[in-house]
């Protein structure tokens, strides 16, 4: 999901010329629309949250019921709160409201304050943080309706602090990269012109990825993962699959996310980081595969596939922006006078293309390569007999992790489902959909565009049980798919490359 919010809200930061305020006068109409929206839906999520604790209070034996219909009407929120944001930019003025506050004198000219540009989005984070403050009491009632006081819930602070890390980590980042270079583009005009300041820009970009992994310790609030039977276990299963990383990583979310993640392209700078409730909540067998499933995405080398996937996309897409300028500028195009208002506009047209081209070509690609990553994590808890009925202690598993087994796809499929029932994401499936399931189905859809829907990620590992021939073929295919793939990347980037020049293309970057 971070992926289309990152997308509009580097979208609302452009210098764009937003619409004027329907209404005089046009400032205090502006406010006063965009203020209103905004606590309108505010006062949703509280309604919401009210009703969520107030049932939860008189009756705690609802709390499955409450939680489903909880989590449906946060689905829907979350577009809402999307929909009232981008209605407060176009609709009510406030996005020429907020360019016409912020300025600032510098050398004569007057200009947009630094960092002026995220005062556009401003609505969508007041609604935002402050449904972080609404929803921690109605997420404490589920949690206690829950676990009664076995588990703590986590403290106020601790709950904002934990999503604040992850929306500056995921979605904050990104658009504050592109806010400073306007920044700088701004005030320092000659500076970023220079070859110096190019090169570092273009650098940026790869000098982060790698870096990630040690950027997330600090802003995720990651341990190292305490000495114990847990990573001791996890230390044998890493020597027996040939896998090296830095260190093991503890996510501490007071259970609030189910999750491991691999991050690191090099293996000096490499963690797995597992929450602290998948540690808690899966068995032992289970987590392994969970696990290997992660260990799969750097024995198949996917950080270097999408960092390469990404590099040469990006130079393409910027390649196919300047060949469509310069076939304009040969055409003599202009903007009609009729749209003259509406030209800079026109800054859209590459963050939508690049926003769809990822989700659609590099969504193709991730879900492949999941499918690659939970095919290793069964092979990761899979012993040598390829009609085996069952691990006990006894079992010996391979090293390298070069055999299938049934028992090992069923492990990793069990802890695939349990990890979907504790994310509260439905693996039943009915003959007709109703209109909430078709709604639901489009969200999973456009929040799993890396991943496939959990359902299918099961039904194709249970497949290979009794077609074992399935899985080499898929391995020869995704292979194909890569190499194709990155080649005719690399044409096209070649392609228009000479055609439009390469230092145009070079400056453009
Ligand atoms: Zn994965
Ligand atoms: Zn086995």
Known sequence: MPILLVFALIAACLPIDWPEPPLDPARESAIALSGGAVALVLLIAFALRTWVVRTLRRE????????????KWRRVLFFLNIGTSAACVLGFGWGWFAQREFLVDWTGKVMPAPFAELAVPLPYFVILFSCWFIYYDAERALHRALWHDSRPFAPRAAYLLHNLRQFALMVMLPVMLIVTQQTLNRFLPETTRSDVYRLASLAVVPVLLLLMPLLMKPLLGLVSMPAGPVRDRLEVVAKRLNFRCTDFLLWPTHGAAVNALIAGLL??????????RILEDLPPDELDAVFGHEVGHAKHGHIWLYAGFLTLSLSLLAAILIFLEQQLKAAHWTVPDAYKPYETWLLLVPVVMVASYLFVVFGALSRRCERQADVYGCRAVSCADPNCAGHDEATVYPPGGTCLCPSGIRTFVSALERVGDLNGVSMGRKERPTLGELVRGAWAW???WLHAPMPRRVAYLRSLIDRPALEPRFQRRLFAFKCLLMLALIAALVALGRHVGWNELYDAL
């Open 60 to 71: 705690p034996d609802r709390r499955v019921e409450v939680g489903r219909a909880y989590g």
């Open 267 to 276: 293996p000096r700078v490499r963690y797995v980081v597992f929450t602290d």
């Open 446 to 448: 456009v929040r799993h």
